[in-house]
C-alpha cells in the first residue's frame, strides 16, 4: 500500500485521513486548494490522493532537479483506472516506455512536417475566418461553445479531413462525444483515487466507454479510408493522418503500428487538442472584455499589421508583439493544464533534500508557479506588458502551461496558432463586451482542465 509510513524523509505535508487522505482539503478548486498549501508546506509537498502517495512540485529550482536533471526516472504517466480505458497502454497520453517513444517520435516528426504543409495552412486560416463570422448571426453568445466547435473543426480537418458547420444545432456527433469524455474524465479522478466510489455510480464508467467508443468508431473508420486512398496514390496528402501513415511507413517497423494504437492515438490527439485551447481562447475574449484598454491596443496593433487584408494569417504573427504577449499572458494566468498530466516516479528520487519513494505519483503545480507572488509582480493581474518588459527576472521553470522536457504537450506551436488566428480575427471583427457591460468573474472552475464560468459575451461587428 502506497500509503505506509515507513519512509521518514518525505517532502512535509497535511497529515492523512484514513481511507481519504487529503482529499477534504482539495475538494472544491483544487488547484488553489494546493497552491494554499504549498505556501504552507513548501515547494515540495507530500499529499495523499485516496491512498495514492503524491509529491506536488512548486518551485523552479524542484521542477528542473525532479523533471530535468533525473528526467529518466520522472517521464513516465502515472497510470490509475481512468486512463487505462483511455489507454490500455497503446495511446500516446498515457502510454509509457519503449512504445510511447517510438509513438512520440512518429507523432513529432509528422508535427513538424504538418507546419509546413500548405494545404493545412490554409485550412486553418479558411476555419478561423468561418469561426469569425460565426459571431455575425449570433451577436451575444457563451463564446465557449463557438471556440469549442473552432478547435474541434481543426483537429478534425488536421487529421480526417473532417468538418461540422458552426449552425448546425445537432453538433457533430465527434464533438458531442469528446464533451463527454471530458466529462467522464473529470469525474474519472476521483473515481480513481476512491475507487469505492464505482459501488454508488455503476453507470458512470459504462457511460465513459460507450462515449470513448463513438470516437474510436469514427477514428476507425477514417483510418481504413486514408490507408485505402495512400495505397493507390502515397502522394497524396490531405492532412495529418496521411503524414502519420507515410511516417509510419517509412520506420520500417509497420507492423509495430497496429490499428489499436492507430485508433486510440488519433482520439487522444481529439480529445486533448480540443478543450484545452478552445477554454484559452474563451480566457482570452474574458481577459479582453475585462481589460478594455489591452482589447483596443491589441486590435490596433493587429490592424496595423494586416494592411489591407480582411483575415489575419499565420505570417502576421511576426508583426504583432503585443497580441503575442496577451497569449503568453493568458496561458499564465489561466493555465488549463493547471496541475499538468501527472507523472511517475520509476525510481527513488531525490527533491531539495528529500526523498521521492519509487512509485509516487509526481505533480507539477503549474497553476501555483504561475500565480507565485515571489515570483511574479502582482500575479493575479492580466499584465501582458511583463512579457515587454526587460524587469521581469525569470527562471524556465516558473512558466511551465504546456509541461516540460520530453513529456510536454506535442500539440503546443498548434494550440497558439489557433488562438492567434481565432481570438485575432474576432479582435479585428469585432467589439467584445459583456451582455451587460460589467466585468466578468475571473474565477475559473477546474474539472479535467481550468475554465472560466459560463459567460455571454456581446459581439458588435466593426465597421471597416
Ligand atoms: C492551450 C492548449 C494546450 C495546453 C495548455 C496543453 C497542455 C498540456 C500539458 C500540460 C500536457 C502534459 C505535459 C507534461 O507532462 O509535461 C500536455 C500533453 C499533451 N498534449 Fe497538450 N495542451 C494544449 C493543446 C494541445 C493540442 C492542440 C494538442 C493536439 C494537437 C495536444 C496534445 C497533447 C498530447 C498528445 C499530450 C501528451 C504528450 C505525451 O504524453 O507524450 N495538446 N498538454
Given at each position: 500500500q502506497q500509503q505506509s509510513r515507513e519512509y521518514v524523509n518525505l517532502p512535509p505535508g497535511p497529515t492523512p485521513l484514513p481511507l481519504l487522505g487529503n482529499l477534504l482539503s482539495l475538494v472544491k478548486d483544487s488547484h488553489i486548494s494546493i497552491s494554499k498549501l504549498a505556501k504552507k508546506y513548501g515547494g515540495a509537498m507530500t499529499l495523499y490522493l485516496g491512498n495514492v502517495r503524491t509529491i506536488v512540485i512548486s518551485d523552479p529550482n524542484l521542477i528542473k532537479q525532479v523533471f530535468v536533471n533525473q528526467s529518466q526516472d520522472s517521464t513516465n504517466r502515472f497510470i490509475l483506472e481512468t486512463a487505462k480505458i483511455i489507454?490500455?497502454?497503446?495511446?500516446?497520453l498515457f502510454s509509457n516506455g519503449d512504445y510511447w517513444k517510438q509513438y512520440r517520435l512518429v507523432l513529432s516528426r509528422s508535427f513538424m512536417r504538418l507546419k509546413t504543409h500548405s494545404i493545412m495552412t490554409d485550412k486553418i486560416n479558411k476555419e478561423a475566418e468561418y469561426f469569425s463570422n460565426s459571431f455575425k448571426s449570433n451577436?451575444?453568445?457563451?463564446p465557449a461553445h463557438f471556440c469549442k466547435i473552432f478547435t474541434s473543426n481543426v483537429m478534425m480537418e488536421m487529421l480526417f479531413n473532417d468538418r461540422s458547420k458552426?449552425?448546425?444545432?445537432?453538433?457533430h456527433k465527434i464533438i458531442e462525444a469528446i464533451k463527454n469524455v471530458e466529462h467522464g474524465l473529470a469525474v474519472g479522478s476521483s473515481f480513481d483515487a476512491l475507487p469505492f466510489l464505482k459501488l454508488f455510480f455503476p453507470n458512470a464508467r459504462k457511460d465513459l466507454i460507450k462515449t470513448l467508443e463513438d470516437v474510436w468508431e469514427y477514428s476507425k473508420e477514417s483510418i481504413v479510408n486514408h490507408q485505402n486512398s495512400l495505397a493507390k496514390d502515397e502522394n497524396q496528402i490531405n492532412d495529418f493522418l496521411d503524414l502519420l501513415l507515410t511516417e509510419i511507413k517509412g520506420s520500417g517497423n509497420e507492423s509495430f503500428y497496429d490499428m489499436e494504437g492507430l485508433y486510440r492515438v488519433c482520439s487522444d490527439l481529439l480529445i486533448s487538442g480540443t478543450e484545452t485551447s478552445a477554454s484559452t481562447m474563451t480566457w482570452l475574449i474574458l481577459y479582453m472584455i475585462n481589460n478594455k484598454d489591452i482589447q483596443m491596443k491589441a486590435r490596433k496593433e493587429l490592424q496595423d499589421a494586416m494592411g489591407d487584408k480582411k483575415y489575419l494569417t499565420m505570417e502576421d504573427k511576426s508583426k504583432t508583439p503585443f497580441f503575442n504577449a496577451c497569449i503568453k499572458e493568458v496561458l499564465r494566468i489561466?493555465?488549463?493544464?493547471?496541475?499538468s498530466l501527472p507523472r511517475e516516479a520509476t525510481a527513488d528520487l531525490e527533491v531539495g533534500g528529500y526523498l521521492i519513494p519509487k512509485d509516487s505519483q509526481l505533480i507539477m503545480n503549474v497553476y501555483g508557479l504561475a500565480t507565485n507572488a515571489e515570483l511574479w509582480s502582482d500575479p493575479l493581474i492580466f499584465n501582458p506588458n511583463r512579457w515587454l518588459s526587460?524587469?521581469?527576472?525569470?527562471?524556465?521553470?516558473?512558466?511551465?502551461p504546456f509541461g516540460i522536457?520530453?513529456?510536454?504537450?506535442?500539440?503546443s506551436s498548434l494550440a497558439k496558432d489557433e488562438i492567434f488566428l481565432g481570438v485575432g480575427n474576432l479582435l479585428l471583427n469585432y467589439e467584445i463586451d459583456s451582455e451587460n457591460g460589467k466585468p466578468l468573474t475571473e474565477k475559473g472552475n477546474f474539472g479535467i482542465a481550468l475554465c472560466s464560468q459560463p459567460y455571454q459575451a456581446k459581439f458588435t461587428p466593426l465597421v471597416i
Open positions: 489507454g490500455n497502454g497503446k495511446n500516446i451577436p451575444i453568445i457563451d458552426y449552425s448546425n444545432t445537432e453538433t489561466a493555465p488549463v493544464g493547471a496541475l526587460e524587469d521581469q527576472e525569470m527562471s524556465n521553470y516558473q512558466y511551465i522536457g520530453s513529456r510536454a504537450c506535442i500539440g
